[in-house]
């Protein structure tokens, strides 16, 4: 061959991929992505499940703490006598028949409860307030602060016109206000004695029941109910007083997402609740809270 002529060299074996391993790629991908979704979906369904019991949850748990204060100190600072022989002139309360009671078949509760003010009563030696009618009923009282304008009133129809005085087991009516004094007359048939700095405390009566499918609390005598929680929050509420002790069972809804449908374990079958068909599916959670009265 001449020295001249030129030679192409040679180029390696290019080969492009078959139809075949392209398919078998796209299988493969494809089932890859289907078993991601597939746990992406689980996970998502999981966290709506464990969303939609801790908002139920959260919601018994939000009626128990919006009643444990009235519950506990139901009673405080009065002796075993019922509102209607201790609260003359007091609205609807002076007809209950005790300051703690579970009413319409265990659905709604009233509750006649002392509010702590942090006053106390200045003097050197005890002071007695005789029987109503008496000579001596109506007493001017020193207190440690002057008496807030919003929390006591000169009305013996609403709660903000009486007080109660830890130790002495009566409840008085505000006469007059004027700073730190606080003018009280008793009107009990028996005489009422008040201890050297005993604490103040505010009468407040409550009224708690569900309606639709909330809780409504009322401020007795001073308030309308009033929804506490969102519409849809709540399945049933029941009360119970028995030996000293308060006992609510709340049945909460959750709000949306997945859960085991039914009522949940524990809740009492002798109340009788039956769901309604738009609830039977929806995630419930059980809160039961028991309370000692401290009267």
């Known amino acids: 061959m001449p020295p001249w002529s030129l030679r192409t ?15 078998v790629t796209l299988l493969l ?3 890859v992505m289907g078993a991601t979704l597939s746990l992406l979906a689980v996970y998502v369904r999981h966290f709506q499940r464990v969303d939609a019991l801790a908002s139920a949850q959260m919601r018994g748990e939000m009626v128990a703490a919006i009643l444990r204060n009235p519950i506990q ?5 009065l ?55 008496s000579s001596g009923d ?12 919003d929390m006591a009133e000169v009305d013996g129809t609403r709660t903000k016109g009486w007080v109660f005085f830890a130790a002495s087991e009566k409840p008085l009516r505000v006469q007059a206000l004027a700073g730190a004094t606080l003018t009280l007359r008793n009107p009990q048939s028996t005489d009422v004695t008040l201890a050297p700095y005993d ?49 609510v069972h709340v049945l909460a809804c959750g709000q949306g997402g997945e859960g085991t449908p039914g009522i949940p374990p524990g809740w009492p079958a002798s109340f009788g609740t039956v769901l309604p068909a738009a609830k039977a599916q929806a995630p419930h959670a059980y809160v039961r809270a028991a309370w000692r009265v401290r009267n």
Not at 16 to 23: G, I, P, R, W
Not at 138 to 149: I, Q, R
Not at 201 to 212: H, S
């Open 9 to 23: 060299p040679s180029r390696p074996n290019l080969r492009a991929f078959t139809l075949v391993e392209l398919l």
């Open 138 to 149: 109506t007493v001017a009282l020193t207190l440690s602060a002057p008496v807030p304008a």
């Open 199 to 247: 604490e103040l405390l505010w009468v407040r009566a409550l009224r708690a029941t569900r309606q639709g499918d909330t809780l409504y609390t009322e401020d007795v005598t001073l308030s309308p109910p009033a929804p506490r929680l969102e519409e849809g929050s709540l399945s049933d509420l029941r009360f119970q007083v028995q030996g000293g002790t308060c006992t």
């Open 29 to 31: 991908a494809a089932l």
């Open 73 to 77: 100190h139901a009673g405080l600072g």
């Open 79 to 133: 002796s075993d006598d019922v509102p209607s022989q201790v609260f003359p002139g007091l609205g609807e309360v002076q007809t209950w028949g005790r300051t703690l009671e579970a009413t319409s078949n265990d659905t709604a509760l009233r509750a006649v409860y002392g509010v702590p003010s942090g006053l106390v009563l200045v003097v050197s030696d005890s002071v007695t307030l005789k029987a109503s009618g």
